[in-house]
Protein backbone atom coordinates (compact mmCIF):
# COMPACT_ATOMS: atom_id res chain seq x y z
CA UNK A 1 0.00 0.00 0.00
CA UNK A 2 0.96 3.32 -0.92
CA UNK A 3 1.64 6.41 1.33
CA UNK A 4 3.64 9.00 -0.83
CA UNK A 5 4.53 9.22 -4.64
CA UNK A 6 5.32 5.87 -6.16
CA UNK A 7 8.77 5.69 -7.52
CA UNK A 8 9.78 4.35 -10.93
CA UNK A 9 9.80 1.11 -11.05
CA UNK A 10 6.72 0.60 -8.73
CA UNK A 11 3.60 -1.71 -10.63
CA UNK A 12 0.55 -0.07 -11.41
CA UNK A 13 -2.38 -2.33 -12.24
CA UNK A 14 -5.17 -1.49 -14.83
CA UNK A 15 -8.51 -3.18 -14.56
CA UNK A 16 -9.68 -3.56 -18.08
CA UNK A 17 -7.45 -4.24 -21.22
CA UNK A 18 -9.04 -2.34 -24.37
CA UNK A 19 -7.39 0.72 -26.24
CA UNK A 20 -7.53 3.05 -23.16
CA UNK A 21 -5.38 0.34 -20.97
CA UNK A 22 -3.14 -0.18 -24.12
CA UNK A 23 -2.71 3.72 -23.99
CA UNK A 24 -2.33 3.88 -20.66
CA UNK A 25 -0.11 1.75 -20.15
CA UNK A 26 2.39 3.12 -22.89
CA UNK A 27 2.75 6.29 -20.69
CA UNK A 28 2.83 4.29 -17.78
CA UNK A 29 5.47 2.68 -19.05
CA UNK A 30 7.27 5.71 -20.13
CA UNK A 31 7.64 6.82 -17.10
CA UNK A 32 9.15 4.18 -15.52
CA UNK A 33 6.16 2.25 -14.06
CA UNK A 34 5.81 -1.82 -14.47
CA UNK A 35 1.82 -1.70 -15.70
CA UNK A 36 0.22 -5.14 -14.97
CA UNK A 37 -3.22 -6.00 -16.71
CA UNK A 38 -5.87 -7.47 -15.58
CA UNK A 39 -8.37 -8.42 -18.34
CA UNK A 40 -10.43 -12.03 -19.29
CA UNK A 41 -8.91 -11.84 -22.89
CA UNK A 42 -4.93 -12.47 -22.35
CA UNK A 43 -4.85 -11.42 -25.65
CA UNK A 44 -6.67 -8.01 -25.42
CA UNK A 45 -5.39 -4.99 -26.60
CA UNK A 46 -3.32 -3.86 -23.42
CA UNK A 47 -1.65 -7.00 -22.32
CA UNK A 48 0.22 -6.83 -25.77
CA UNK A 49 2.12 -3.94 -24.52
CA UNK A 50 2.23 -4.57 -20.97
CA UNK A 51 5.15 -5.77 -18.08
CA UNK A 52 2.92 -8.55 -17.04
CA UNK A 53 -1.06 -9.42 -17.75
CA UNK A 54 -3.51 -11.19 -15.60
CA UNK A 55 -6.62 -13.23 -17.71
CA UNK A 56 -9.49 -13.51 -15.31
CA UNK A 57 -13.12 -12.99 -15.03
CA UNK A 58 -14.36 -9.97 -12.90
CA UNK A 59 -15.84 -12.51 -10.70
CA UNK A 60 -12.19 -14.43 -9.88
CA UNK A 61 -11.96 -12.90 -6.57
CA UNK A 62 -8.77 -15.10 -5.64
CA UNK A 63 -7.20 -13.54 -8.67
CA UNK A 64 -8.44 -10.19 -8.32
CA UNK A 65 -6.53 -10.30 -4.61
CA UNK A 66 -3.68 -11.76 -6.46
CA UNK A 67 -3.31 -9.12 -9.17
CA UNK A 68 -3.95 -6.50 -6.09
CA UNK A 69 -1.88 -7.55 -3.75
CA UNK A 70 1.01 -7.37 -6.51
CA UNK A 71 0.39 -4.25 -6.92
CA UNK A 72 1.03 -0.57 -5.85
CA UNK A 73 -1.54 1.44 -6.84
CA UNK A 74 -4.35 0.36 -9.06
CA UNK A 75 -6.70 1.67 -11.49
CA UNK A 76 -9.55 0.93 -14.45
CA UNK A 77 -10.23 1.85 -17.73
CA UNK A 78 -13.45 1.03 -17.95
CA UNK A 79 -16.63 1.97 -15.91
CA UNK A 80 -18.73 -0.56 -15.84
CA UNK A 81 -16.26 -3.03 -13.61
CA UNK A 82 -18.41 -4.54 -11.04
CA UNK A 83 -18.10 -2.63 -7.89
CA UNK A 84 -17.63 -5.86 -5.85
CA UNK A 85 -14.21 -6.54 -8.21
CA UNK A 86 -13.48 -3.19 -7.17
CA UNK A 87 -13.97 -3.66 -3.66
CA UNK A 88 -11.76 -6.75 -3.63
CA UNK A 89 -8.97 -4.57 -5.53
CA UNK A 90 -8.99 -1.92 -2.76
CA UNK A 91 -8.99 -4.32 -0.27
CA UNK A 92 -5.52 -5.45 -1.64
CA UNK A 93 -3.86 -2.10 -2.86
CA UNK A 94 -4.39 1.06 -3.05
CA UNK A 95 -7.19 2.09 -5.63
CA UNK A 96 -7.16 5.33 -7.73
CA UNK A 97 -10.04 6.59 -8.55
CA UNK A 98 -11.82 4.97 -5.48
CA UNK A 99 -15.04 2.91 -6.39
CA UNK A 100 -17.13 6.21 -5.22
CA UNK A 101 -16.29 7.62 -8.73
CA UNK A 102 -17.78 4.20 -9.76
CA UNK A 103 -20.79 4.22 -7.95
CA UNK A 104 -22.32 7.40 -8.97
CA UNK A 105 -21.42 6.73 -12.52
CA UNK A 106 -22.57 3.29 -13.38
CA UNK A 107 -25.95 4.31 -12.66
CA UNK A 108 -27.95 7.40 -14.96
CA UNK A 109 -30.49 8.31 -11.96
CA UNK A 110 -27.28 7.79 -9.17
CA UNK A 111 -25.53 9.70 -11.64
CA UNK A 112 -27.49 12.96 -12.50
CA UNK A 113 -28.83 13.00 -8.69
CA UNK A 114 -25.16 13.67 -7.76
CA UNK A 115 -24.84 16.16 -10.41
CA UNK A 116 -27.75 18.28 -9.64
CA UNK A 117 -26.55 17.44 -5.73
CA UNK A 118 -22.78 19.50 -6.39
CA UNK A 119 -25.26 22.64 -8.19
CA UNK A 120 -24.48 21.42 -11.80
CA UNK A 121 -27.36 21.61 -13.79
CA UNK A 122 -28.40 18.49 -16.27
CA UNK A 123 -32.13 17.56 -18.30
CA UNK A 124 -34.82 17.07 -16.46
CA UNK A 125 -35.24 13.40 -15.43
CA UNK A 126 -37.29 10.86 -13.79
CA UNK A 127 -36.64 7.21 -12.94
CA UNK A 128 -38.81 4.41 -14.77
CA UNK A 129 -39.32 0.79 -13.61
CA UNK A 130 -41.91 -0.15 -15.55
CA UNK A 131 -44.39 0.91 -18.57
CA UNK A 132 -46.61 2.42 -15.82
CA UNK A 133 -44.51 4.74 -14.09
CA UNK A 134 -43.89 6.25 -17.81
CA UNK A 135 -46.94 8.65 -18.03
CA UNK A 136 -46.00 10.61 -14.99
CA UNK A 137 -42.35 10.47 -16.08
CA UNK A 138 -43.40 12.15 -19.63
CA UNK A 139 -45.23 14.78 -17.58
CA UNK A 140 -42.10 15.69 -15.68
CA UNK A 141 -39.98 15.77 -18.90
CA UNK A 142 -42.40 16.94 -21.60
CA UNK A 143 -41.58 15.72 -24.90
CA UNK A 144 -39.77 14.85 -27.12
CA UNK A 145 -38.00 12.74 -24.77
CA UNK A 146 -35.39 9.80 -24.40
CA UNK A 147 -35.03 6.57 -22.65
CA UNK A 148 -32.47 5.26 -21.41
CA UNK A 149 -31.39 1.95 -19.08
CA UNK A 150 -30.19 2.92 -16.33
CA UNK A 151 -27.07 0.76 -16.44
CA UNK A 152 -24.57 -0.37 -18.73
CA UNK A 153 -25.59 1.98 -21.77
CA UNK A 154 -22.31 3.37 -24.15
CA UNK A 155 -21.80 4.38 -27.68
CA UNK A 156 -25.70 5.29 -27.46
CA UNK A 157 -26.82 1.59 -27.14
CA UNK A 158 -30.33 0.90 -24.78
CA UNK A 159 -31.85 4.13 -25.97
CA UNK A 160 -35.38 5.12 -27.23
CA UNK A 161 -36.79 8.02 -28.64
CA UNK A 162 -40.48 9.55 -27.05
CA UNK A 163 -41.87 12.12 -29.13
CA UNK A 164 -45.47 11.24 -28.51
CA UNK A 165 -47.43 9.36 -25.71
CA UNK A 166 -48.06 6.55 -28.11
CA UNK A 167 -44.62 5.50 -28.58
CA UNK A 168 -44.20 4.49 -24.79
CA UNK A 169 -44.32 1.42 -25.22
CA UNK A 170 -42.42 0.67 -27.85
CA UNK A 171 -39.16 2.61 -26.33
CA UNK A 172 -39.83 0.50 -22.81
CA UNK A 173 -39.45 -2.91 -25.52
CA UNK A 174 -37.09 -1.16 -27.59
CA UNK A 175 -34.57 -0.83 -24.60
CA UNK A 176 -35.33 -4.44 -23.32
CA UNK A 177 -37.94 -3.68 -20.28
CA UNK A 178 -35.19 -2.46 -17.65
CA UNK A 179 -35.09 -0.02 -15.08
CA UNK A 180 -34.60 3.32 -17.66
CA UNK A 181 -33.93 7.16 -16.85
CA UNK A 182 -36.38 9.14 -19.03
CA UNK A 183 -34.66 12.32 -19.91
CA UNK A 184 -36.10 15.74 -21.42
CA UNK A 185 -34.42 16.55 -24.61
CA UNK A 186 -31.39 18.98 -24.45
CA UNK A 187 -32.31 21.35 -27.31
CA UNK A 188 -28.13 22.01 -27.86
CA UNK A 189 -26.60 23.78 -30.32
CA UNK A 190 -23.10 21.32 -30.10
CA UNK A 191 -22.00 19.02 -27.81
CA UNK A 192 -18.77 19.72 -25.78
CA UNK A 193 -16.86 17.84 -23.23
CA UNK A 194 -14.05 18.47 -20.74
CA UNK A 195 -11.49 16.60 -19.77
CA UNK A 196 -9.97 16.89 -16.58
CA UNK A 197 -7.70 15.74 -14.16
CA UNK A 198 -7.92 15.61 -10.34
CA UNK A 199 -4.80 14.77 -8.18
CA UNK A 200 -4.38 13.43 -4.83
CA UNK A 201 -4.12 16.73 -3.19
CA UNK A 202 -7.17 18.62 -4.90
CA UNK A 203 -5.92 20.36 -7.57
CA UNK A 204 -7.87 20.06 -10.50
CA UNK A 205 -6.33 20.71 -14.21
CA UNK A 206 -8.07 21.03 -17.41
CA UNK A 207 -7.34 20.44 -21.29
CA UNK A 208 -9.54 22.76 -23.58
CA UNK A 209 -13.17 22.12 -24.29
CA UNK A 210 -13.56 20.13 -27.40
CA UNK A 211 -16.32 19.78 -29.95
CA UNK A 212 -17.68 16.64 -30.45
CA UNK A 213 -19.46 15.07 -33.48
CA UNK A 214 -21.38 11.23 -32.96
CA UNK A 215 -22.95 9.43 -35.83
CA UNK A 216 -24.72 6.58 -35.06
CA UNK A 217 -24.32 6.94 -31.23
CA UNK A 218 -20.35 6.65 -31.52
CA UNK A 219 -17.38 9.60 -31.44
CA UNK A 220 -16.15 9.76 -35.03
CA UNK A 221 -14.65 13.20 -34.54
CA UNK A 222 -13.85 15.65 -31.74
CA UNK A 223 -12.41 19.27 -32.62
CA UNK A 224 -10.08 21.04 -30.15
CA UNK A 225 -9.92 23.56 -28.50
CA UNK A 226 -13.76 23.79 -29.75
CA UNK A 227 -14.11 26.95 -32.07
CA UNK A 228 -15.71 29.49 -30.81
CA UNK A 229 -15.51 29.07 -26.73
CA UNK A 230 -14.66 32.63 -25.01
CA UNK A 231 -12.60 32.58 -21.73
CA UNK A 232 -15.95 32.61 -19.34
CA UNK A 233 -17.53 29.15 -21.18
CA UNK A 234 -13.84 27.82 -20.87
CA UNK A 235 -13.97 29.22 -17.10
CA UNK A 236 -17.92 27.43 -16.43
CA UNK A 237 -16.64 23.96 -18.01
CA UNK A 238 -13.30 24.14 -15.11
CA UNK A 239 -15.87 25.07 -12.57
CA UNK A 240 -18.49 22.31 -13.85
CA UNK A 241 -15.03 19.89 -13.64
CA UNK A 242 -13.78 20.78 -10.51
CA UNK A 243 -17.15 20.92 -8.78
CA UNK A 244 -17.60 17.17 -9.91
CA UNK A 245 -13.90 15.91 -9.25
CA UNK A 246 -14.31 17.35 -5.93
CA UNK A 247 -18.04 15.72 -4.85
CA UNK A 248 -16.66 12.34 -6.38
CA UNK A 249 -13.40 13.01 -4.55
CA UNK A 250 -11.72 11.68 -7.59
CA UNK A 251 -8.07 10.45 -8.24
CA UNK A 252 -7.00 11.00 -12.09
CA UNK A 253 -8.78 11.71 -15.09
CA UNK A 254 -12.08 12.21 -15.90
CA UNK A 255 -14.64 13.34 -18.83
CA UNK A 256 -17.86 15.57 -18.61
CA UNK A 257 -19.78 15.35 -21.69
CA UNK A 258 -21.89 18.31 -22.01
CA UNK A 259 -24.93 19.88 -24.10
CA UNK A 260 -23.91 23.88 -25.26
CA UNK A 261 -27.48 25.42 -24.97
CA UNK A 262 -25.70 28.63 -26.86
CA UNK A 263 -25.49 31.86 -24.61
CA UNK A 264 -22.93 30.42 -21.86
CA UNK A 265 -25.35 27.37 -20.78
CA UNK A 266 -23.66 24.01 -20.46
CA UNK A 267 -25.60 20.87 -18.82
CA UNK A 268 -23.72 18.12 -17.88
CA UNK A 269 -25.23 14.97 -20.57
CA UNK A 270 -22.74 12.27 -18.47
CA UNK A 271 -19.13 11.83 -16.21
CA UNK A 272 -16.90 9.19 -17.54
CA UNK A 273 -14.39 8.55 -14.38
CA UNK A 274 -11.69 7.73 -16.58
CA UNK A 275 -9.68 8.70 -20.00
CA UNK A 276 -12.07 9.47 -22.39
CA UNK A 277 -12.06 9.33 -26.48
CA UNK A 278 -12.57 12.99 -26.66
CA UNK A 279 -9.00 13.73 -24.85
CA UNK A 280 -7.25 11.53 -27.61
CA UNK A 281 -6.39 14.47 -29.43
CA UNK A 282 -4.09 15.67 -26.39
CA UNK A 283 -1.38 13.22 -27.26
CA UNK A 284 -0.34 15.24 -30.18
CA UNK A 285 -1.21 18.68 -29.27
CA UNK A 286 -0.42 18.88 -25.58
CA UNK A 287 2.49 19.34 -22.97
CA UNK A 288 1.26 16.25 -20.97
CA UNK A 289 -1.57 14.09 -22.43
CA UNK A 290 -4.26 12.52 -20.43
CA UNK A 291 -2.55 9.18 -20.33
CA UNK A 292 0.50 10.69 -18.67
CA UNK A 293 -1.96 12.90 -16.79
CA UNK A 294 -3.37 9.76 -15.21
CA UNK A 295 -0.40 7.86 -14.65
CA UNK A 296 0.72 11.15 -12.73
CA UNK A 297 -2.31 11.00 -10.64
CA UNK A 298 -2.49 7.41 -10.09
CA UNK A 299 1.44 7.53 -8.90
CA UNK A 300 0.96 10.68 -6.52
CA UNK A 301 2.70 13.10 -8.78
CA UNK A 302 2.33 16.51 -9.68
CA UNK A 303 0.10 16.88 -12.37
CA UNK A 304 1.17 17.45 -15.65
CA UNK A 305 0.78 20.99 -17.80
CA UNK A 306 -1.86 20.36 -19.77
CA UNK A 307 -1.41 23.45 -22.44
CA UNK A 308 -2.19 22.86 -25.97
CA UNK A 309 0.68 24.04 -28.37
CA UNK A 310 -1.60 22.78 -31.33
CA UNK A 311 -5.26 22.73 -32.45
CA UNK A 312 -5.92 19.10 -33.53
CA UNK A 313 -8.80 16.95 -35.19
CA UNK A 314 -9.34 13.63 -33.70
CA UNK A 315 -10.91 10.98 -35.94
CA UNK A 316 -12.10 7.58 -34.94
CA UNK A 317 -10.76 4.60 -37.18
CA UNK A 318 -14.11 2.72 -36.53
CA UNK A 319 -14.45 -1.00 -38.22
CA UNK A 320 -13.25 -0.69 -41.66
CA UNK A 321 -11.75 2.71 -41.68
CA UNK A 322 -8.55 1.34 -40.58
CA UNK A 323 -8.56 -1.09 -43.70
CA UNK A 324 -6.61 2.95 -44.75
CA UNK A 325 -3.90 2.49 -42.57
CA UNK A 326 -1.28 2.74 -45.82
CA UNK A 327 -2.26 5.99 -47.10
CA UNK A 328 -2.93 7.67 -43.25
CA UNK A 329 0.93 6.28 -42.67
CA UNK A 330 1.93 7.71 -45.70
CA UNK A 331 -0.25 11.45 -44.85
CA UNK A 332 2.55 13.56 -43.06
CA UNK A 333 -0.28 15.96 -41.44
CA UNK A 334 -1.97 12.36 -39.69
CA UNK A 335 -0.59 11.09 -36.39
CA UNK A 336 -1.73 7.91 -36.32
CA UNK A 337 -2.63 5.81 -33.32
CA UNK A 338 -3.50 1.77 -33.60
CA UNK A 339 -4.71 -0.41 -31.34
CA UNK A 340 -3.80 -4.08 -31.94
CA UNK A 341 -7.45 -5.62 -32.31
CA UNK A 342 -7.34 -8.90 -34.53
CA UNK A 343 -10.28 -8.06 -36.18
CA UNK A 344 -12.25 -5.13 -37.85
CA UNK A 345 -15.94 -5.22 -36.85
CA UNK A 346 -19.33 -2.75 -38.02
CA UNK A 347 -18.92 -0.03 -35.07
CA UNK A 348 -15.63 -1.10 -33.63
CA UNK A 349 -13.22 1.19 -32.28
CA UNK A 350 -9.88 0.24 -34.49
CA UNK A 351 -7.74 3.23 -33.40
CA UNK A 352 -7.60 6.99 -34.38
CA UNK A 353 -6.24 9.83 -35.97
CA UNK A 354 -4.86 13.50 -35.12
CA UNK A 355 -4.39 15.90 -37.40
CA UNK A 356 -2.93 19.20 -36.41
CA UNK A 357 -3.17 22.99 -36.96
CA UNK A 358 -1.72 25.95 -35.20
CA UNK A 359 -3.59 26.96 -32.19
CA UNK A 360 -5.67 30.09 -33.28
CA UNK A 361 -5.63 33.34 -31.10
P1 LIG B 1 -25.25 9.09 -23.91
O1 LIG B 1 -25.20 7.61 -24.02
O2 LIG B 1 -26.00 9.58 -22.73
O3 LIG B 1 -23.89 9.72 -24.03
O4 LIG B 1 -26.05 9.61 -25.21
C1 LIG B 1 -25.56 9.41 -26.52
C2 LIG B 1 -25.93 10.59 -27.39
O5 LIG B 1 -27.37 10.75 -27.45
C3 LIG B 1 -25.42 11.95 -26.88
O6 LIG B 1 -24.10 12.17 -27.27
C4 LIG B 1 -26.42 12.91 -27.52
O7 LIG B 1 -26.09 13.12 -28.89
C5 LIG B 1 -27.72 12.14 -27.46
N1 LIG B 1 -28.45 12.46 -26.21
C6 LIG B 1 -28.29 11.85 -25.02
N2 LIG B 1 -29.11 12.35 -24.08
C7 LIG B 1 -29.82 13.33 -24.69
C8 LIG B 1 -30.84 14.25 -24.26
N3 LIG B 1 -31.31 14.22 -23.00
N4 LIG B 1 -31.32 15.12 -25.17
C9 LIG B 1 -30.87 15.14 -26.44
N5 LIG B 1 -29.92 14.30 -26.91
C10 LIG B 1 -29.40 13.41 -26.06
Redesign the pocket.
Known amino acids: MSTGPLAPGSVIGILGGGQLGRMLAMAGAKLGFDIHIFDADPDCPAARVAARSWAAPWSDDGAVEAFAARCDAITYEFENIPVHTVSVAAAASCLRPGARSLELTQD?ITEKRFINSVGVAT?PFAPVDGLADLPAAIALTGLP??L?TRRF?????G?AWIRTPDDAAGAWETIGEQPAIL??????VR?LSVVAARSIDGSVKAWPLAE?I?QD?ILRQSTAPAPGVDAALQARALEIATALGDGMDHVGVFAV?L?DLGGGRLLV??IAPRVHNTGHWTMDACGCDQFEQHIRAVAGWPLGDPTPHSAAVMTNLIGHDVDDWKALASDPQVRLHLYGKRKARKGRKMGHVNRLAPLRG
Open positions: RVALKGYDGKQEGAAGFENHGEFNE
